[in-house]
């Protein structure tokens, strides 16, 4: 586990620096509905969803029941089922370490497990482990410094959540750089692209997430021959 912390950390800077920014925010927004940092370490804590925490602040300041908040957080974070499917096999031979690994499967620790390469002498499943447990750290110290120093010396947080678009920009760049089999990357692009213009901005995340697995599942042989 030590050896592996280092490699890891280092896969790790880059959401370190979008989870600060991003769960500052959210502590910030948490704050100004009346909750402070022990309410901000703890949502982060036990619920990190980013978006869902986002979701949350707005259920929070309405009152919503919790059938209302288990439903809503549902269907915003329902996509994790896909990214749960292409990690059954490597997270089941990490043990008892598994249920925390699907806990913490956010978007971008699901990019940053897809991408990365393991160096030689390294345990992958302590890697593995270790950038988990780091991107959800850099949420929760994001969070409850948001909560602190967001009532000390408040200002306008305007843009602050492009943090999260630079951060997935970055991620991409990385992976298409890494691989030279661009298919998978071009059909998600295609997908998402399609699905924007059908079904807009609110709507198209699942269904093209969808035709990305039908694409990929379609062309399996024709992407093992162009890896290999």
């Not at 497990?113 to 994001?142: N, Q």
């Not at 408040?154 to 030279?180: C, N, Y």
Request: glycine share 8%.
């Amino acid at each position: 586990m030590k050896k592996a912390f280092r490699p890891a950390f280092t896969a790790t800077i880059p959401v370190l620096c979008g989870y600060l920014f991003i769960g500052f925010a959210f502590g910030v927004m948490l704050r100004d509905i009346g909750f402070g940092s022990i309410w901000s370490f703890f949502c982060s804590l036990s619920i990190y969803a980013g978006s869902g925490q986002y979701l949350l602040v707005s259920l929070l300041a309405a009152r919503a029941s919790l059938v209302t908040v288990a439903v809503m957080t549902l269907l915003l974070n329902c996509r994790h089922i896909f990214y749960g499917l292409s990690f059954l096999e490597t997270f089941h031979e990490m043990g008892r370490r598994k249920w925390y690994m699907i806990f913490s499967l956010t978007d971008e620790t699901y990019s940053l497990l897809c991408s990365v390469k393991t160096p030689e002498g390294i345990d992958a499943g302590d890697m593995r482990f270790w950038i988990a447990m780091l991107d959800h750290s850099y949420w929760i110290l994001g969070s409850v410094l948001g909560t602190i120093i967001g009532g000390i010396l408040p200002f306008d947080t305007t843009g602050i959540d492009f943090a999260m678009t630079s951060l997935f920009t970055v991620i991409f760049v990385e992976q298409w750089q890494s691989t030279k089999c661009h298919i998978p990357a071009l059909m998600g692009l295609a997908a998402a692209a399609v699905s924007l213009a059908i079904l807009g901005p609110d709507n198209f995340i699942l269904p093209a997430m969808l035709a990305i697995c039908v694409m990929l599942v379609a062309m399996r042989g024709r992407l093992a021959k162009e890896v290999a």
